[in-house]
């Protein structure tokens, strides 16, 4: 890539691609036709699996207020706990990163949040869950710029220690299946002067890739419009996550 092209590219993508550059590494950036804001558009949008989305998830350590970002495949939730292990000796504990201290500390908005050429330092993880491909693709400084590589290049380019950093998955589907029962529970009844009762079970994470609520299997949109919805829009939400958790349970 000359530095012409380099030019019409985003910001945040020229930054990337160039010390892609500096590093000599064989893939540029490239620009997708759509958003890719989650491991779930990229990989539509590449044709590969949901796994071989390298995405960057960013905390906020509350010690000292430093970036501590962990990238991890896209099929898998990061165990804040084994993360705090790590990066928190004090025993403080992590936080969650809003979107302002992400653009401020990486210089990248939430959904195009590269592994490198972050505006400021951050302490940077790899997930051992990664090496389950030889190639998996990342964030490129921008939601529709993307690029490829390998899990071993990822940690030379990165310089960042792999480790076990991931959600055990038999205690993810557990933990799902206990949230599937919680809210079931909740569900209204078939009488329609029955007031609606909320989904929410007190369990309040979104997902990073599908852009629920754990807990209630809502979107932002739906938890933040939930207490001014009239009764039938809050039983159109219920038949939506309805249809979600049949979904996961499948």
Known sequence: MCGAELKVLPEGVQRVASVLQSKGHVHAAVMLNGAARTAQQAADALGVAVGQIAKSIIFRRKSDDAAVLVVTSGDRRVDEKKVEALVCPDGRRLGRADAEFVKARTGFSIGGVSPLAHALPSITLIDQSLF????????????HAVFQLSPGQLQALTGAPVADLAVDEGENNRDRQHAIRLVSLRAPTPD??????????????MHADSGLCEGCFRTGDEIAGWSAATQAGKRATWNAIRQRMAALHA
Do not use: K, Q, Y
């Not at 329609?192 to 994470?205: E, G, K, M």
């Open 132 to 143: 389950r491909f030889d190639e998996i693709w990342a964030a490129a400084g921008h939601p």
């Open 192 to 205: 329609a002067s029955a007031d609606v009762l909320s989904p929410c079970i007190s369990v309040c994470r």
